[in-house]
């Protein structure tokens, strides 16, 4: 990824996306698949994961990632508000249902997997159980910043893998159940935006092959999950949609 300087970026109109650069951060991943997916053009800008981002938080008032700024309105940080303006920039191809209460499964999908307290919340505190156990020390302070940004205690991460094991059950069970009506996506017959996220975020469990996702060593061994108690969790078809996703849907190689 070609990314521009903050001081670049911040004068230029239209779209700015803001990512985290060197690993495919999911939520970062799905928000650039979101804008790909609709053809929006937009400026990328880099942040390091781990690490102050004074000069973002200068400019946006955030630190992580991703930050979708467009002209001079506020920046918008959560993947709600991130995919209503990309429907907004290019309504098509559009990533809901136009039914109400289809939009309303697309939605709650998406929080099980991406929202506080939700699938990659969970593995995010099994990451910094990685990162804070690593003998490098600039790796354990990135580790204790995660850790002070998004909720990590011993009784959070006490209880992650069991939460995320049941929101990961209950996606396969949506998928077997939309297969018995011959449909191939999360909701309905189409693809949508919980389609493209749980591609995106399925990497936490199993990361896709290096030829495909260079990421760095480290952070591929903090996403596997091979051999833990987790693994019981993915049942294959949650990486067979994943995979079909990425032929049909998303382009690779990973880009971040
Ligand atoms: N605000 C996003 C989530 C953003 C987020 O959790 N970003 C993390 C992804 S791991 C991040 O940038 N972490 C690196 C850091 O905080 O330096 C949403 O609610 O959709």
Redesign the pocket.
Known sequence: MDYVPIAEARNQPGLRLVM?KGVP????QSAKYVFETKSIPYVPVA?????P?DELYDWTGH????IAIYDDEPPR????E?VMLAERLAPDPSLLPTDSAARAEVFGIITEI???NGF?WQR?LQLIEGLNASPDKRVQS?GA??AS??GFSEAALAAAADRASEILVMLSARLHAQQETGSDYFVGDTFTAADLYWACFSQLVAPLDASVNRMPGLIRDLYDIEGTAMAAAVDPILLAHRDRLYEKHLSLPLDF
């Open positions: 985290n951060g999911p939520w970062s942040q390091l994961g781990g690490t981002n630190r992580n990632a991703p940080i959560g993947w709600h991130i991406a929202s506080e990659a995010r990135g910043t995660l940004r998004y």
